[in-house]
């Protein structure tokens, strides 16, 4: 049983404009969101987070929305860079506990142009 | 800034080899955790360890084992090596405490034949 998905495989954007990938959930339970980003043959790289306290939180080009009600979130780039094209994952995990983080499958975002 | 560093990028093994993932972190982190990436799955944790010779089993630790004799290294163990075991292995670490983002390693990508 999938907790965190990511349904939309790969994404395609012009550079300049916004990129906005998503994620849902399914456990309540989460209550700490981040974004990760990954280049091909390395490690991913934390990019930015949320708590469910909050509904956004900004940092430089991306920005993160928390919708808890749908158990939703999404990450918006903008303005989109080539450098931007990697796979963005998501992940979830509950502060109470053993802090296991849960991750969607991936995005796979590419930045033309 | 964190480093996690696993010892190998690249691993081929022969099926029924015992095969050892190594990892160490220098930033004095208590939890570390290792992943399996694989396409369309994103990345699914196999065991992680909050403490020195402490650990949990993730959601798929069948076939795994691991062992945490000090802070710093967390090693991964296939005891058995089999074809369905050829993955990207992710090791990573945090601090204790709740909504701290996982450090990653570069990861190791072992091909069993």
């Known amino acids: 049983d999938q907790q965190v998905k990511q349904n939309s495989p790969s994404l395609s954007v012009q550079e300049g404009r916004i990129s906005i990938l998503n994620c849902d959930y399914t456990n309540s339970m989460f209550d700490y969101f981040l974004w990760y980003k990954k280049y091909p043959a390395e490690g991913p790289t934390f990019l930015i987070s949320i708590s469910s306290i909050k509904d956004k939180n900004e940092d430089g080009r991306f920005t993160v929305f928390l919708n808890k009600s749908a158990k939703h979130l999404s990450l918006h780039i903008v303005p989109s860079q080539p450098g931007d094209s990697a796979v963005y994952f998501c992940a979830a995990s509950e502060s109470i506990g053993t802090y296991k983080y849960i991750f969607g499958t991936g995005t796979r975002l590419k930045v033309l142009a | 800034d964190v480093k996690v560093t696993q010892s190998s990028r690249y691993l081929v093994k022969r099926t029924g080899e015992k095969v050892f993932l190594e990892c160490v972190q220098d930033m004095d982190h208590e939890n570390m955790f290792w992943y399996r990436q694989d396409p369309g799955l994103g990345l699914r944790l196999i065991y992680f360890s909050y403490d020195v010779k402490m650990k949990e089993k993730g959601d798929i630790p069948e076939g795994y084992s691991v062992s945490r004799e000090k802070k710093e290294r967390f090693s991964l163990i296939l005891e058995s090596a089999s074809t369905n075991q050829t993955s990207m292995y992710l090791c990573?670490?945090?601090?204790?405490?709740?909504?701290?983002?996982?450090?990653f390693g570069n990861g190791t990508r072992l091909t069993v034949t």
């Open positions: 990573a670490s945090s601090p204790l405490g709740p909504s701290s983002p996982l450090h």
